[in-house]
């Protein structure tokens, strides 16, 4: 069992907009940053969102971060089959001196 | 660009140690703040961070895992070498080497990642 929690699966039709839920805690996401990753099958977890909300160079506004209070969300605007992918969201434990992270969400582009 | 590559034996006996290599290119282990760790990822499963080392020699590791577990580097080689003692059938898992960059509380990139499956 993960100490962040996310929904299993999301779904939307192509063009659509879909977010992703991430639950945690006052000792995790409470009071540190979020980061997301997108993980394609048989592929390696790449940064998506990190610090929240900041998108690396190359992701496209499409997708986007926010946190508040012991939660955070990921959104994904104008959907596409490319989106197809389990995401992940990631941050610092504090009763753990250590990462911690969600235990993923499949998106799937109906 | 910063570039990682696990190396390692596929499949483990039950019992044995693990030993896994990150080689890294484009980062420097000598630089403030940066760290180089390893999260794992058993099929169909989600991700688990396992260790980190950092610049100076600190290094963190998951508290469950703390007692099988050695994370050491050599900057010379630019390696981060992962260990695991007695390992088990739970430990089968893909494992990737990060690259944690000087302050931050994230991973990128990531290493294309290896399948190790512990089997008799």
């Known amino acids: 069992q993960s100490v962040l929690t996310q929904p299993p699966s999301v779904s939307a039709a192509p063009g659509q907009k879909v977010t992703i839920s991430c639950s945690g805690s006052?000792?995790?996401?409470?009071?540190?940053?979020v980061s997301w990753y997108q993980q394609f099958p048989g592929t390696a977890p790449k940064l998506l969102i990190y610090?929240?909300?900041k998108r690396p160079s190359g992701i496209p506004d499409r997708f986007s971060g926010s946190k508040s209070g012991t939660s955070a969300t990921l959104g994904i605007t104008g959907l596409q089959p490319g989106d197809e992918a389990d995401y992940y969201c990631?941050?610092?434990?504090?009763?753990?001196?250590?990462?911690?992270f969600g235990g993923g969400t499949k998106v799937t582009v109906l | 660009q910063i570039t990682l590559k696990e190396s390692g034996p596929t499949v483990v006996r039950p019992t044995q140690t693990l030993t896994l290599t990150c080689s890294f290119s484009g980062l420097s282990l000598t630089t403030s703040g940066v760290g180089v760790g390893w999260i794992r990822q058993p099929p169909g499963k989600a991700l688990e961070w396992l260790a980190v080392?950092?610049?100076?020699?600190?290094?963190r590791y998951i508290p469950s895992l703390r007692n099988r577990l050695t994370i050491t580097k050599d900057t010379s080689k630019n390696q981060v070498v992962l260990t695991m003692t007695n390992v088990d059938p739970v430990d089968t898992a893909t494992y990737y080497c990060v690259h944690r960059p000087g302050g931050e509380d994230w991973f990128d990139p990531w290493g294309q990642g290896i399948l190790v499956t512990v089997s008799s």
């Open positions: 990631g941050t610092w434990e504090n009763s753990l001196s250590g990462w911690v």
């Open positions: 006052s000792s995790n996401i409470g009071n540190n940053y």
């Open positions: 610090d929240n909300n």
């Open positions: 080392i950092y610049y100076d020699d600190f290094h």
